[in-house]
């Protein structure tokens, strides 16, 4: 039951189009970064990074890559900190920087009249945070300008006693003060939050009472500009909390990270997904409730399925052990030694290369064009071969091509195998929960 914003609909057309304007303004993006309108219940979805967004960055290939590796390093610890995050109040371990890793973003409205907000797609987390007016210390920008509260009739902060204060993290109602704050403490930042509700519209459906963190205060170096949509499936998540109206259903199609467009697609409910997709089961991990585990079996390179001891594939929901499909990583990690047997496969089968280089976090680089074999992962009831576009990144000055995958850092999360999106770019991607399972299709979607 989507619901259709009909009195909202001429709006969004506007607003988009002034998102727009302001992205294609930015100093960075080139001219000609065009946007197809959003629609219905799907989200036109871009890379935070790409040349049209307005976080884009004009360093070189390498720093970029450098820095994205480095940014999915952030990334993994807080995909190992969901293990203690969970449930109740424990303190979030040093290191959760989710906020930190702007990789794919929807345009999205809030309040009322609806403001414009670009927000990071992330399949692994459950809050949505968001820049307010008045926070000290958020980034802003003029692309990214924070949700400014006094100018909605809608918003609402949430009182302490409240049910949804008691599923955010560190929840504190400070004398005098009867909102329900919060804060998260991550690596050297601290964030301080309260918690409030407003109306969130998203391509054509408007959803009311939306819980989200409304930014206060951040203290520390990198806290990005945008807020985030939690597509996870913990109790304070954009799917929990629009169960009723997506029936905890997505899709998306996430377009090349050099897409010039908001091309790629983000799909909510059940309406329009793909009938014909190969799917593999979902498995839920308690103590990591807002991940999406599957039982990822073998890896085969060429024609070879490699040689990988079944423990570093197998899903331990005590240890975190298995793999998760996860949209906020760029580039696919797997255990040591998945990751050892893949690359020494790939290796022996690439032809025509030279010797074997590194650059940045990727130990196997080639100068010069080669041939490299395919590499399919193998899931129960479901194959993906990757076409090369998925595994391989070349630099933009054309001599450098490296295996774009890596192995999980040591003592960080080494137990879990990550499907990042890199790998999952144009491909249809289907997260049905009332299914339980997760599919898989190719869809071009970069124009
Ligand atoms: C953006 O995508 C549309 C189709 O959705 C296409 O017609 C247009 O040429 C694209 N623009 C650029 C700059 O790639
Ligand atoms: C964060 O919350 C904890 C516990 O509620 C509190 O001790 C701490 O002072 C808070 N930090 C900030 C920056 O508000
Ligand atoms: C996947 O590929 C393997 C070997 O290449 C094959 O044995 C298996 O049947 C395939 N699985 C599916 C679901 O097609």
Not at 200 to 217: E, I, M, P, T
Not at 318 to 344: C, E, H, K, N, Q
Not at 405 to 428: G, T, W
């Amino acid at each position: 039951m989507a619901m259709a914003g009909l009195p909202l609909l001429q709006v969004v057309v506007v607003v988009a189009a002034a998102v727009v304007a302001v992205s294609s303004g930015a100093t960075t993006a080139p001219a000609g970064c065009t946007a197809p309108a959003d629609s219905g219940s799907t989200l036109r979805v871009l890379h935070a990074f790409g040349p049209c967004s307005p976080f884009h960055s004009s360093a070189s290939w390498e720093d970029t890559v450098l820095d994205l590796l480095s940014r999915d390093d952030s990334r993994l610890l807080y995909l190992a900190s969901l293990a203690t995050a969970r449930r109740s109040f424990v303190p979030i371990a040093p290191g959760r920087q989710l906020l930190q890793t702007p990789t794919y973003v929807v345009r999205a409205r809030l309040g009322n009249p609806p403001q414009p907000l670009l927000l990071a797609v992330d399949t692994s987390s459950d809050v949505a945070w968001l820049p307010c007016s008045g926070c000290t210390g958020c980034p802003y920008s003029a692309a990214a300008s924070p949700f400014d509260t006094s100018r909605s009739i809608t918003y609402r902060p949430v009182p302490c006693g409240a049910p949804p204060c008691s599923q955010v993290p560190n929840p504190s109602c400070p004398a005098g003060s009867t909102a329900c704050g919060f804060n998260i403490t991550y690596g050297s930042s601290s964030l301080l939050a309260s918690l409030a509700q407003d109306s969130l519209s998203l391509a054509s459906d408007v959803v009311s009472g939306y819980n989200f963190g409304c930014l206060k205060k951040t203290t520390g170096p990198s806290v990005p500009p945008q807020g985030l949509l939690g597509l996870g499936r913990g109790p304070l998540s954009f799917l929990s909390q629009t169960r009723n109206i997506y029936a905890s259903t997505f899709s998306y199609c996430l377009p090349s990270f050099k897409s010039l467009n908001f091309s790629g697609t983000l799909r909510l409910g059940p309406a329009g997904q793909p009938y014909r997709i190969k799917t593999t089961p979902l498995h839920s991990n308690p103590h990591r409730s807002s991940l999406y585990y599957v039982d990822m079996v073998g890896i085969r390179v060429g024609p070879k399925v490699v040689d990988i001891p079944p423990a570093a594939l197998t899903f331990d929901a005590a240890t975190g052990g298995g793999t998760i499909f996860d949209s906020g990583t760029m580039f696919t990690r797997l255990v040591a030694p998945a990751y050892v047997a893949v690359r020494d496969e790939f290796r022996r089968r690439v032809r025509g290369a030279g010797k074997v280089t590194s650059l940045g976090g990727f130990d196997t680089c080639y100068n010069g064009p080669f041939v490299a074999p395919g590499i399919t992962f193998m899931f129960v009831g479901m194959n993906v071969t990757l076409p090369a576009d998925n595994y391989l990144i070349h630099s933009t000055a054309g001599s450098i091509t490296c295996l774009a995958m890596a192995a999980a850092p040591d003592n960080v999360n080494s137990v879990l195998n990550v499907i990042a999106n890199m790998q999952q770019m144009n491909h249809r991607v289907l997260f049905d929960v009332p299914n339980g399972r997760l599919g898989v299709a190719r869809e071009r979607c970069t124009f």
